[in-house]
């Protein structure tokens, strides 16, 4: 894996076009709904940017799908081992290195899944550019490096070994202010990354 890539998957943006032409929205009705430009929509479709955290947890939740969606890997449902460099990445948001965020996925994706797991990978610089709320109840622990953790505007200095958790539907956010790599694993119920 290579964190300083900014790839997205390059089936991302085609997957996010086409739920946007499933649910019948043109580009415009999608980027005034999720507040973006056309051409900032459009250049997310085409893979040319990378949407923010924040941009992307909006678009998933007005087309009706989760972030684990967009992960280009089909899983097996019955296995039960994800090799480390063998797991799907992907990378969203920017940062003076490259993708501001990576989501490593941990588990194998599965309709059956009550839990989710990534690895965030926050590079220095990188956020979530925004709060956001959704349904649900995380957790996550610090493995390397420092975070800023904002719960409903209160902001939490995070440190290796320090663990949180919170129920979704209140308003957070994360960011890397350091000059260091940071992981988080990050655990979800119901998945929706």
């Known amino acids: 894996m290579n964190e300083s890539s900014s790839a997205l998957p390059a089936d991302l943006g085609l997957k996010l076009r086409h739920m946007r032409t499933l649910h019948n929205l043109s580009l415009k009705q999608l980027a005034r709904t999720v507040g973006c430009s056309e051409s900032m929509l459009s250049k997310i479709e085409t893979g040319k940017v990378n ?19 967009l992960f280009s890997a089909e899983d097996d449902r019955d296995a039960v081992v994800h090799r480390a460099g063998d797991r799907p990445v992907i990378g969203i948001g920017q ?35 925004g ?16 975070v800023t953790l904002v719960v409903e ?5 995070l440190s ?18 350091g000059d260091q790599v940071a992981r988080i694993l990050w655990v979800n119920t119901p998945p929706t990354f």
């Open 51 to 69: 949407p923010t955290m924040t941009m992307l947890r909006k678009l998933v939740d007005t087309l009706g799908i989760n972030i684990t969606f």
């Open 131 to 146: 709060a956001f709320s959704h349904v649900g109840e995380e957790m996550g622990f610090v493995l390397e490096g420092q």
């Open 153 to 157: 505007g209160t902001a939490y200095e």
């Open 95 to 129: 940062s003076r290195f490259g993708a501001g965020i990576m989501l490593e996925r941990l588990p194998p994706a599965s309709p059956q899944n009550l839990l989710e797991a990534n690895i965030h990978i926050v590079n220095p610089g990188g956020s979530t550019d």
């Open 160 to 177: 290796p070994g320090d663990s949180f958790a919170f129920r979704s539907e209140r308003a957070h956010e994360y960011r890397n202010d």
